[in-house]
């Protein structure tokens, strides 16, 4: 079931007994976009056919039973340098709510990054309202405006708030050594 490579220890906690982290299936799309429906103050919703369309960049955690309790994807963002290599966003980061400080949202990120690294991507980024999670991942706060040209294209589309400059999400980033 669990066909990802294993995640460096050092980054990687253990998962609770029984639970794993795999890639999705398109079998995975309703569970997924209902665990991110569950958080309509932090999460910007997607619709099930544009999580189908990027199933191959999600990773979901599943409890014993195989049902979906996590999800997180990755989005490459625009680079209008030729020379510069492209950032990556980590979007759609959720753990159901009884099964949260268990060490699956940490997990999740840790794979999401190990599998964004075998990209060469030069960073991931985040928008989140919880920076100390992040932080406690090893990304730093930067400015939207730094991010801006890169994150135009979700920040287009929000409905949420005016501007990315009233927006209350705090912008994040880790740099990356590729694997
Ligand atoms: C953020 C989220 C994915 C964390 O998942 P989780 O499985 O609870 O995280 P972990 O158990 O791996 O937490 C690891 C550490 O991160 C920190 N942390 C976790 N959730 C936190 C939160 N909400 N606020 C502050 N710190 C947090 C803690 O230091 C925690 O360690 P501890 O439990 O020993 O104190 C989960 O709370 C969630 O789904 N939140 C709602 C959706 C969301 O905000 N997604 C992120 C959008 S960018």
């Avoid at 090893?138 to 929000?158: A, T």
Wanted: contains cysteine.
């Amino acid at each position: 079931m669990n066909d990802l490579p294993p995640c460096p220890p050092a980054e990687c906690p253990a998962l609770p007994a029984g639970f794993a982290i795999r890639p999705a299936r398109f079998t995975d799309a309703a569970a997924i976009f209902h665990r991110i429906k569950a958080y309509p103050d932090e999460l910007v919703p997607r619709p099930i056919s544009e999580i189908m369309l990027n199933i191959d960049r999600f990773l979901v955690a599943v409890d014993p039973a195989d049902q979906v309790i996590g999800t997180v994807a990755w989005s490459v963002l625009p680079e209008l340098d030729p020379q510069a290599l492209p950032s990556v966003e980590i979007q759609s980061l959720t753990v159901r709510h009884e099964d949260r400080r268990r060490g699956l949202g940490r997990a999740l990120v840790a794979r999401a990054m190990e599998r964004i690294a075998r990209l060469h991507a030069r960073q991931v980024i985040v928008l989140t309202f919880t920076p100390p999670f992040f932080a406690s991942l090893g990304f730093e706060v930067v400015s939207k405006e730094q991010l801006l040209y890169k994150l135009f294209q979700g920040c287009m589309k929000c409905a949420k708030y005016t501007s990315p400059f009233t927006c209350p999400e705090v912008a994040m980033a880790r740099q990356l050594a590729p694997l």
